[in-house]
């Protein structure tokens, strides 16, 4: 599918995130195996120094980015010597998190691209069923729906909170006209 929608596109939206010392990918590793399977050999990259930049992080769920979870982090060390190894890490198992949106659409296009034969990436791909397809994509939405969930509590908790400062502060603003504190427009509440 990600191949068909970069030749589609002809181009590519977004960058792969490699360290920068190793050139192990962090993320873009399906968009990697799709430009190579279609013969790309340059391919524009993101370069981070991943083991001395503490806002790189890693984890195994979506929600990892928000919360901590010593059970459930992975070193970035365990994932650049798999990198490294050959032995790569089970598909979707990790999730990366940078201090910048990785998606930052470049929209680079195709032409410019270095090209030769396609190349055969199937020693990297995993076999699987229609079933074991349409679970892992469930799964994957199952994610996102506990992403958007816990978003949408924590947004709640936010407004909740900047009420509750607002009203303790308004005695503060009604007694001193000239220092009076800054009104923040309430946000709209969005339905979920």
């Given amino acids: 599918m990600l191949k ?14 490699a360290d920068e010392k190793t050139h192990v990918i962090l993320d873009g590793m399906h968009r990697w195996l799709a430009l190579r399977n279609l013969g790309y050999t340059l391919m524009p990259v993101i370069l981070v120094d991943a083991f001395h930049n503490p806002k790189v992080r890693v984890g195994r769920r979506r929600i990892h980015r928000y919360i901590s979870d010593s059970d459930q982090e992975i070193s970035i060390e365990k994932v650049i010597s798999a990198g490294l190894s050959g032995h790569l890490m089970k598909s979707r198992s990790t999730r990366h998190f940078f201090q910048f949106s990785k998606f930052q659409e470049i ?9 030769r034969a396609p190349q055969n990436v199937s ?3 995993a076999r699987m069923t229609d079933e074991e397809s ?25 407004e909740k909170e900047m009420e509750e400062f607002q009203k303790r502060t308004k005695n503060v603003s009604n007694s001193s006209p000239k220092n009076s504190m800054p009104q923040i427009p309430p946000t709209q509440n969005s339905q979920t």
């Fill in 134 to 158: 349409k679970l892992t994509i469930k799964e994957w939405l199952e994610e996102i729906y506990e992403e958007l969930e816990f978003l949408t509590k924590r947004k709640e908790e936010v």
């Fill in 123 to 125: 020693k990297y791909m």
């Fill in 107 to 115: 929209n680079y296009p195709l032409h410019l691209l270095k090209k």
């Fill in 4 to 17: 068909q929608e970069i030749l589609r596109d002809g181009m590519l939206k977004y960058p792969i995130i």
